[in-house]
Antibody
Framework: EVQLLESGGGLVQPGGSLRLSCAASGLTFSNYAMSWVRQAPGKGLEWVSSISGSGVSTYYADSVKGRFTISRDNSKKTLYLQINSPRAEDTAMYYC?????????WGQGTLVTVSS | SYVLTQPPSVSVAPGKTARMTCGENNIGSKGVHWYQQKPGQAPVLVIYYNSDRPSGIPERFSGSNAGNTATLTISRVEAGDEADYYCQVWDSSSDQRGVFGGGTKLTVL
């Protein structure tokens, strides 16, 4: 069974930085693209970023391009999301998910709150 | 760029059929995926590539996609089906990106 466990969320000040992690188990991690999807409180789902299995190809939503960086360490079976210069509107639950065309399964999420 | 339009809410009585739509020009040319999200939980994939069901998803869940509308259908609706449902596509027309609809709240009366 594939399991994804996010960590690294918390309170961050506007203009600060934060790195989210997603530890994967139950799969040959390097074979699969991975993605981050977020959900602001009371709002819908928003795709954030995806990365190919090798890590060579990365894709970003316009809302985070230039501020967020997705990466992966296949030897550690871990996905990352580096969040720089966060804004109040980045406050959300951040989910990692296996895949890029579609997302399955999802982790339970880690909450990021951007506030001074 | 893709904008997926979903009705904010759908209501249905137990045992009846619920249909939730996802609209965009020529969405029938895309693979549409559907997710169920219950309060306080992570989303769960219920349909991928328009009509395929992941293992563990009941046969009551089905999907279709043609023209400008994709549809998620839930037959013999149960109280436990009450949730938010989101459609999603991968848009590779220009930049590669994921696109979600705004979601539909299914209420079981």
């Amino acid at each position: 069974e594939v399991q994804l466990l996010e960590s690294g969320g918390g309170l961050v000040q506007p203009g600060g930085s934060l790195r989210l992690s997603c530890a994967a188990s139950g799969l040959t991690f390097s074979n699969y693209a991975m993605s981050w999807v977020r959900q602001a409180p009371g709002k819908g789902l928003e795709w954030v970023s995806s990365i190919s299995g090798s890590g060579v190809s990365t894709y970003y939503a316009d809302s985070v391009k230039g501020r967020f960086t997705i990466s992966r360490d296949n030897s550690k079976k871990t996905l990352y999301l580096q969040i720089n210069s966060p804004r109040a509107e980045d406050t959300a639950m951040y989910y990692c998910a296996k895949g890029s065309s579609w997302f399955d399964p999802w982790g339970q999420g880690t909450l990021v709150t951007v506030s001074s | 760029s893709y904008v997926l339009t979903q009705p904010p809410s759908v209501s249905v009585a137990p045992g009846k059929t619920a249909r939730m739509t996802c609209g965009e020009n020529n969405i029938g040319s895309k693979g549409v995926h559907w997710y169920q999200q219950k309060p306080g939980q992570a989303p769960v994939l219920v349909i991928y590539y328009n009509s395929d069901r992941p293992s563990g998803i009941p046969e009551r869940f089905s999907g279709s996609n043609a023209g400008n509308t994709a549809t998620l259908t839930i037959s013999r609706v149960e109280a436990g089906d009450e949730a938010d449902y989101y459609c999603q596509v991968w848009d590779s027309s220009s930049d590669q990106r994921g696109v979600f609809g705004g979601g539909t709240k299914l209420t079981v009366l």
